[in-house]
Nanobody
Framework: VQLVESGGGLVQTGGSLRLSCAAA????????IGWFRQAPGKECEGVSA????????IYADSIKGRFTISSDNAQNTVYLQMNNLRPEDTAIYYC?????????????????WGQGTQVTVDS
């Protein structure tokens, strides 16, 4: 079982990035997928999550209206479209999968984690 994030990088304030989370060894249909982020010196924060089998989603208040989570089940990939990025969005972004089909930001409920991708928003 493996999760691989990609799409991070350096962007100016107000710019956009699309992160991808690709799975190997399991099908997203059977899992809930979450995006988390951790900035230097701060705790890990839940950003968004999706249950790909029914399309249910949740978003953190800090990113509502700017970020959109989506999935391509044929590609076994979940995306996080990030628009209107701000310096405070700078962090390492991780995707995670949980066997229980529950929309949650509780990290200990997630069974598998990717290695993370760095997002830096330059003011």
């Amino acid at each position: 079982v493996q999760l691989v994030e990609s799409g991070g990088g350096l962007v100016q304030t107000g710019g956009s990035l699309r992160l991808s989370c690709a799975a190997a060894g399991f099908l997203f249909d059977d899992y809930a997928i979450g995006w988390f982020r951790q900035a230097p010196g701060k705790e890990c924060e839940g950003v968004s999550a999706i249950v790909t089998s029914d399309g249910g989603t949740i978003y953190a208040d800090s990113i509502k209206g700017r970020f959109t989570i989506s999935s391509d089940n044929a590609q076994n990939t979940v995306y996080l479209q990030m628009n209107n990025l701000r310096p405070e969005d700078t962090a390492i972004y991780y995707c995670a999968a949980r066997e229980e089909l529950l929309l949650s930001f509780k990290e200990n409920g997630y069974n598998y984690w990717g290695q993370g991708t760095q997002v830096t928003v330059d003011s």
